[in-house]
Nanobody
């Protein structure tokens, strides 16, 4: 039911910035959790940033202080502002929605994968 479409990825040099967008449709009041995840080649998909329906946010340690996840806006678009990008940030980035009660950071990525809705991903490449 939920449709998510990411955009905004691209190639950037280290230290640069990108803003990812996730356009959401079909989101209802039962969708209490949204977040950004990423997966680099040969690695497991990992949490990047999570936002609860009350606006509470959780960030993975590698991106703390550099990335910011937005609350839902009037256009039903979720953003991820990424600054001070590093080559280690290179990955496919996905947004996801989960209809589970907050706090949303209690849910492992496997729960999101099994029960959440996902976008198609947008590639972020950071060069040195």
């Amino acid at each position: 039911q939920v449709q998510l479409v990411e955009s905004g990825g691209g190639s950037v040099q280290s230290g640069g910035s990108l803003r990812l967008s996730c356009a959401a449709s079909g989101v209802t009041n039962s969708t209490k959790c949204m977040g950004w995840f990423r997966q680099a080649p040969g690695k497991e998909r990992e949490e990047v940033a999570i936002i609860d329906s009350d606006g509470s946010t959780t960030y993975a340690d590698p991106v703390k202080g550099r990335f910011t996840i937005s609350p839902y806006n009037a256009k039903n678009t979720l953003y991820l502002q990424m600054t001070s990008l590093k080559p280690e940030d290179t990955a496919m980035y996905y947004c996801a929605a989960l209809g589970r009660p907050p706090p949303c950071n209690q849910y492992h990525v496997s729960t999101w994968a099994a029960f959440g809705s996902w976008g198609q991903g947008t590639q972020v490449t950071v060069s040195s």
